[in-house]
T-cell receptor
Framework: KAGVTQTPRYLIKTRGQQVTLSCSPI?????VSWYQQTPGQGLQFLFE???????NKGNFPGRFSGRQFSNSRSEMNVSTLELGDSALYLC????????????FGPGTRLLVL | DAKTTQPNSMESNEEEPVHLPCNHS???????IHWYRQLPSQGPEYVIH???SNVNNRMASLAIAEDRKSSTLILHRATLRDAAVYYC??????????????FGKGTKLTVNP
């Protein structure tokens, strides 16, 4: 099976812009979670989507949003970018039935100037 | 969120065993102990998990204390490819089946040739 793929791999934006990141889960997986990784805060959970519905949410401002499509692909959007949003954004997929291993993609590295 | 405590860094020599400790004194009866590792420039990768009994797989072994307040990840023969940040995580699954991984700072393992 192909692994989790994320596009783009690298992105440079300026403050105030918005960005959309994409994640394609492993075939058959219905749950997609997003994480933000920064040197200062480490890996932090953003949100999880299952069957096109947000099922869980971390402690991030409303500028961070996401969605999931019927084919389980997911996008996350960050509006009004701030310098502090520079990070590695990782998505992970599971079958969606609680307690399963999460499989991570390689991440999208976002730099906000 | 239940917390784990790990040493910031450890060093090992190639082909020697490595014991990576983790304290999780606030663990609840239903928390599984998961280990993930993150190689440089990659997303986290599942290593092993367990509940009460010791576990073995092709990558590593997990030894869990009888009171479950600590655990140890054992790499039987470290290789240079095992150099990574190792995260000990208490898996949090809510009633809806949603699972989020709460990452700590992890242990950066250096393997010397």
């Amino acid at each position: 099976k192909a692994g989790v793929t994320q596009t783009p791999r690298y992105l440079i934006k300026t403050r105030g812009q918005q960005v959309t990141l994409s994640c394609s889960p492993i075939s058959g997986h219905r749950s997609v979670s997003w994480y933000q990784q920064t040197p200062g805060q480490g890996l932090q959970f953003l949100f999880e989507y299952f069957s096109e519905t947000q099922r869980n949410k971390g402690n991030f401002p409303g500028r961070f949003s996401g969605r999931q499509f019927s084919n389980s692909r997911s996008e996350m959007n960050v509006s009004t970018l701030e310098l502090g949003d520079s990070a590695l954004y990782l998505c992970a997929s599971t079958s969606g039935q609680g307690g399963k291993t999460q499989y991570f993609g390689p991440g999208t590295r976002l730099l906000v100037l | 969120d239940a917390k784990t405590t790990q040493p910031n860094s450890m060093e090992s020599n190639e082909e020697e065993p490595v014991h990576l400790p983790c304290n999780h004194s606030t663990i609840s009866g239903t928390d599984y102990i998961h280990w993930y590792r993150q190689l440089p420039s990659q997303g986290p990768e599942y290593v092993i998990h367990g509940l009460t009994s010791n576990v073995n797989n092709r990558m590593a072994s997990l030894a869990i204390a009888e009171d479950r307040k600590s655990s140890t990840l054992i790499l039987h023969r470290a290789t240079l490819r095992d150099a990574a940040v190792y995260y000990c995580i208490l898996r949090d699954v809510d009633q809806g089946g949603s699972e989020k991984l709460v990452f700590g700072k992890g242990t950066k393992l250096t393997v010397n040739p």
